[in-house]
T-cell receptor
Framework: GAVVSQHPSRVICKSGTSVKIECRSL??????MFWYRQFPKKSLMLMAT?????????EQGVEKDKFLINHASLTLSTLTVTSAHPEDSSFYIC??????????????FGDGTRLSIL | AQSVAQPEDQVNVAEGNPLTVKCTYS??????LFWYVQYPNRGLQFLLK??????LVKGSYGFEAEFNKSQTSFHLKKPSALVSDSALYFC?????????FGQGTELSVKP
């Protein structure tokens, strides 16, 4: 149980393109999802917390107009990197919080999206 | 603010030997601690958690972790390492609704 699917797994596109990444909880409803960015062999940097039916909460230093997050249903959150540039190239990972018991529950992660901007 | 530290960037172990991946924490209040593993080009997989109760926590794939309050540590252990255990390991602490991750430790198990 608690499977999170992330799509696409890899995307290569030209500078200036907008890219949408989807994160789905397949067998549970997730009121909260998280978006992370990871540089090679480095830790995960939390970008934002996505809440179903409300605006995302962005971490300090993350441009909300650059990284658009939509969490329109209990099983889907999307991250759109708008007008992507080479410095946006990275590994983006989403996670979803299983419901119930709050802090006692682990987050479950998608397999990540490797974004390469040429 | 809650934080965790993983003092070793890399740990090298021979197959069949015991392994330890270190983690120390700094929290206000009760710590909620987690270990995750990441294989190349994949997301993170949950291994185990400490919320309360027994200091020795058993998790997936034969891993366990020992919570030590006096040393503020939560080291990950396994009695006999496998080559397939080679991966990047992250310790994490809950901070409100968020997870705060350590820097990660790359575990290399050689045959």
């Amino acid at each position: 149980g608690a499977v999170v699917s992330q799509h696409p797994s890899r995307v290569i596109c030209k500078s200036g393109t907008s890219v949408k990444i989807e994160c789905r909880s397949l067998d549970f409803q997730a009121t909260t999802m998280f978006w992370y960015r990871q540089f090679p062999k480095k830790s995960l940097m939390l970008m934002a917390t996505s809440n179903e039916g409300s605006k995302a909460t962005y971490e300090q230093g993350v441009e909300k107009d650059k990284f658009l997050i939509n969490h329109a249903s209990l099983t889907l959150s999307t991250l759109t990197v708008t007008s992507a540039h080479p410095e946006d190239s990275s590994f983006y990972i989403c996670s979803a919080q299983t419901p119930g018991q709050g802090v006692n529950q682990p987050q479950h992660f998608g397999d990540g999206t490797r974004l390469s901007i040429l | 603010a809650q934080s965790v530290a993983q003092p070793e960037d890399q740990v090298n172990v021979a197959e069949g030997n015991p392994l330890t991946v270190k983690c120390t924490y700094s929290v206000s209040g009760n710590p909620y601690l987690f270990w995750y593993v990441q294989y190349p080009n994949r997301g993170l997989q949950f291994l185990l958690k400490y919320i309360t109760g027994d200091n020795l926590v058993k998790g997936s794939y034969g891993f366990e972790a020992e919570f030590n309050k006096s040393q503020t540590s939560f080291h990950l252990k396994k009695p006999s390492a496998l080559v397939s255990d080679s991966a990047l390991y992250f310790c994490a602490v809950r901070d409100g609704g968020k997870l705060i991750f350590g820097q990660g430790t790359e575990l290399s198990v050689k045959p």
